[in-house]
């Protein structure tokens, strides 16, 4: 159980921080927009006003050549600016905490603590979610380029590298969901395609019965 909860910790933190190539058609269900100035605005103002969040989450794990999507469901918290929780509760208890520069990995009843400023895959991961719950996209530069594309209750954001950069050379593209009334994150997937193989991987996490600004205890991002 604890090399099982050690691979699917590998798998979240390299695919959470996973953005990549070009995305060549609008995706089903969805038009491409020219509000992403409005909208980067709109979900920088809505998320100053949001301090805390908790929600269900359901996590599915596609990895090609496997015939089963491996899904997971548990708990979600959020407080700012760097307090992170996913507890997961099914098939197996087990939870993963980010709280500043530390990260807590808990399984069987085990914790394990470390510094995440000492391994960059966690940092980044720590800081990509902080930054979208916080309303603080990426923008547009030499290596990350954004498309906004919405239809009549939301909008998806597709993160992709540019050409030749290094994020290009090991992952296909990061989408977020958001809805168009109050800018709720609904889901994040997160894409790569692995060397050697003809398929994609991908992480989705998606985002249900969410609270905002609750109070939610310091003693659930606890990492010593």
Excluded at 53 to 74: A, C, L, P, R, Y
Excluded at 126 to 147: A, E, V
């Amino acid at each position: 159980m604890k090399n099982l909860f050690k691979n699917i910790t590998v798998g979240v933190i390299a695919m959470m921080m996973s953005v990549g190539s070009v995305f060549a058609e609008v995706p089903a269900g969805f038009k491409a927009s020219s509000s992403m100035e409005k909208f980067k605005n709109d979900m920088l103002s809505s998320a100053k006003s949001m301090t805390t969040m908790k929600s269900d989450f359901v996590q599915i794990k596609h990895i090609s050549g496997m015939t089963k999507d491996i899904e997971s469901t548990g708990e979600f918290c959020f407080k700012k600016e760097d307090k992170l929780s996913l507890e997961y509760k099914k098939p197996m208890p087990s939870q993963i905490v980010m709280n500043g520069s530390k990260i807590k990995m808990v399984s069987g009843g085990r914790s394990t603590v470390m510094d995440g400023n000492s391994n960059p895959a966690i940092a980044n991961l720590k800081n990509m979610m902080s930054s979208c719950l916080s309303g603080q996209l990426p923008t547009n530069s030499d290596n990350i380029k954004l498309d906004l594309y919405e239809n009549d209750t939301q909008y998806l954001v597709y993160v992709t590298p540019k050409a030749g950069s290094n994020l290009a050379k090991r992952a296909e593209h990061m989408e977020v969901v958001v809805t168009k009334a109050d800018y709720t994150i609904v889901s994040f997937k997160m894409v790569e395609k692995p060397k050697g193989t003809k398929g994609s991987d991908y992480m989705q996490f998606t985002f249900s019965n969410m609270k905002r600004n609750i109070a939610i205890d310091d003693s659930v991002f606890k990492v010593q």
